[in-house]
């Protein structure tokens, strides 16, 4: 992949680490979580990353790998999961920088979340169940929490097995609104809350993944799509294949 991070450990854990994380996100999705936290940084956007739905750390590992020495990281979960915290610790995280949260998500207020954030989100993963009013409260969540210029990315939005995270997104965005699309990829949508932020994003995942994105339309606003770097791409990247190509055999 072209994009690169910076911070050792995060740099470790994208290249080889998420796989002894059990779960079911792609290296592709972490990847563009990590440049979007690279974006934040050169925009100044500072704040805590929350999750909801953690499972064994998969992404939340990433998260708080990416944050500052005095940034949380909150995970939202039903169940207890021991696995998560030893996951992270041997990944290089810091156990004493997580707060969990374990109940379902519908019974967690936006101020239950701002208390245990100690601040206003600026990463926020949407991992959990997925009923269409599960989704929507989700993103209400995260739009009444995350700091300005914060990004929101739902898991499963083109998933078939899962219309009902679709139907939750659309419902938001048709009755509610206030978050406008980003990027999508890696089984992910990502949202921001900013319009003035939404095309510097774009812009910049278009740079850190050359070659790999298309712009498109959802919402009434453009959208990324970021693509994965396959085999067939990268040979069609080749300068050789390219001057073969041109030729008449």
């Not at 207890?80 to 990944?91: D, P, T, V, W």
């Not at 989704?135 to 700091?147: E, G, K, Q, S």
């Not at 009434?220 to 770097?229: C, D, K, S």
Request: net charge positive; glycine share 8%.
């Amino acid at each position: 992949m072209t994009a690169q991070v910076t911070a050792y450990p995060a740099q470790r854990y994208l290249a080889s680490g998420f796989r002894r994380v059990h779960g079911w996100i792609p290296a592709l999705a972490l990847l563009e979580v990590a440049c979007v936290a690279q974006l934040q940084r050169r925009f100044a956007i500072r704040g805590p990353v929350c999750e909801i739905g953690t499972h064994h750390g998969r992404m939340l590992i990433l998260m708080q790998l990416l944050t500052e020495p005095d940034e949380l990281a909150v995970g939202i979960d039903l169940h207890e999961r021991a696995q998560l915290l030893h996951n992270l610790r041997a990944h290089g995280g810091d156990p004493a920088r997580i707060r969990m949260i374990f109940d379902n998500s519908l019974n967690v207020s936006a101020t239950r979340i701002l208390e245990t954030c100690c601040g206003q989100p600026r990463l926020f993963s949407l991992d959990g169940g997925r009923t269409v009013d599960t989704t929507h409260h989700d993103l209400t969540l995260a739009l009444n929490t995350m700091c300005t210029g914060g990004v929101v990315f739902v898991d499963d939005y083109f998933q078939e097995r899962w219309p009902e995270v679709s139907e939750g997104v659309c419902r938001f965005m048709l009755r509610d609104g206030g978050l406008y699309p980003v990027a999508m990829g890696g089984n992910k949508l990502f949202l921001t809350n900013s319009v003035a932020a939404c095309q510097d994003y774009r812009d910049g995942l278009a740079a850190l993944f050359p070659g790999q994105t298309r712009n498109s339309h959802m919402f009434g606003a453009p959208v990324l799509h970021i693509q994965p770097l396959t085999l067939r791409r990268r040979i069609s990247r080749n300068p050789l294949w390219q001057l073969l190509r041109s030729r008449v055999l």
